[in-house]
């Protein structure tokens, strides 16, 4: 069956970077985008943006511009979100989820904290 | 971009139906697909309604979605409530490769 596999909690100082990562199984993982997709505690989701597999593009959304890269490597059919100069407002679980929503990865945590 | 509103929370008895409303502010909720999620507590969302009305394998029948262009919404029907029904929703679309979800509804089956 399709399955979104993410990396484990981290916990990070402020500033710091973190990157998660997201292994895909049970179909052609260069068919479909990666969104990636952040809830913040006690609060809904958020779309950060996506990446295609199969050419490398992106989208991200502005408020991310500056601050995040989204990267796969379709060897291991593996995406990964990398998110820069980290505030305790990024505190949120982080979902990988397949494009056209069918399959979301388990959520990985990330914290903030000095 | 546009944004997607929908109640905060509903709340409804076991057996009875519920709707959760979706609203798009601008554009139309027919040029583009709609989601809806479910999500449980300490659970990763799934889908429960694809492409508007279509429904996933292992989703019951007791789930159906619909669009209404009078009012510029989406609307996730559940009848025959359960006591696992109780959850998030969330519905979602996308307009030039961006994708918007909703805010959420609590439903609570009491």
């Known amino acids: 069956q399709i399955q979104l596999v993410q990396s484990g909690a981290e916990v990070k100082k402020p500033g710091a970077s973190v990157k998660v990562s997201c292994t895909a199984s049970g179909y052609t993982f260069t068919t479909y985008a990666i969104s990636w997709v952040r809830q913040a505690p006690g609060q809904g989701l958020e779309w950060m943006g996506w990446?295609?597999?199969?050419?490398?593009?992106?989208n991200y959304v502005q408020k991310y511009q500056d601050r995040v890269i989204m990267t796969t490597e379709t060897s291991s059919s593996t995406a990964y979100l990398e998110l820069r100069s980290l505030r305790s407002d990024d505190t949120a679980v982080y979902y990988c989820?397949?494009?056209?929503?069918?399959?979301w990865g388990q959520g990985t945590l990330v914290t903030v904290s000095s | 971009n546009f944004m997607l509103t929908q109640p905060h929370s509903v709340s409804e008895s076991p057996g009875k139906t519920v709707t959760i409303s979706c609203t798009r502010s601008?554009?139309?909720?027919?040029?583009?697909?709609v989601q809806w999620y479910q999500q449980r507590p300490a659970s990763s969302p799934a889908t429960v309604i694809y492409n508007d009305d279509q429904r996933p394998s292992g989703v019951p029948d007791r789930f159906s979605g619909s669009i209404d262009s009078s009012s510029n919404s989406a609307s996730l029907t559940i009848s025959g409530l359960r006591t696992e029904d109780e959850a998030d929703y969330y519905c979602?679309?996308?307009?030039?490769?961006?994708?918007?979800f909703g805010g959420g509804t609590k439903l609570t089956v009491l």
């Open positions: 601008s554009g139309s909720i027919a040029s583009n697909y």
């Open positions: 979602q679309s996308s307009q030039s490769s961006n994708v918007v």
């Open positions: 990446i295609s597999p199969n050419s490398g593009s992106t």
């Open positions: 989820a397949r494009y056209d929503g069918s399959a």
